[in-house]
């Protein structure tokens, strides 16, 4: 019954910033994994980023390596996914994800709980 929270979607002109956030409304344990997916219009759901909880190892799409930062803050439940150099690709509706064990990231089936997501859209 843990409920996500995004935030921080927006427009931003390419070349530009976004900072993502999610809250979980529970406390999330030392075993979860968290992530990032979005999905554009027509597009099936794929992977951006992910992050282990207790040891705080992350993954990444190629496609956004080096401009995306996944990150968290346990004390605060929170993930964040720091977005820069945005291109219009990367429009798409941002969700995050949460799920009670670690392991690979990248799948979105292995992930139980989403949040409603948020609208970024990179203008060019």
């Known amino acids: 019954q843990v409920q996500l929270v995004e935030s921080g979607g927006g427009l931003v002109q390419t070349g530009g910033s976004l900072r993502l956030s999610c809250v979980a409304s529970?406390?999330?344990?030392?075993?979860?994994?968290m992530g990032w997916f979005r999905q554009a219009p027509g597009k099936e759901r794929i992977f951006v980023a992910g992050?282990?909880?207790?040891?705080?190892?992350?993954n990444y799409a190629d496609s956004v390596k080096g401009r995306f930062t996944i990150s968290r803050d346990s004390a605060k439940n929170t993930v964040y996914l720091q977005m820069n150099s945005l291109k219009p690709e990367d429009t798409a509706v941002y969700y995050c994800?949460?799920?009670?064990?670690?392991?690979?990231?990248?799948?979105?089936?292995?992930?139980?709980?989403w949040g409603q997501g948020t609208q970024v859209t990179v203008s060019s």
């Open positions: 994800a949460a799920r009670p064990f670690s392991g690979l990231l990248r799948i979105p089936s292995t992930y139980n709980t």
């Open positions: 992050i282990t909880w207790s040891g705080s190892t992350t």
């Open positions: 529970e406390r999330i344990l030392s075993g979860s994994a």
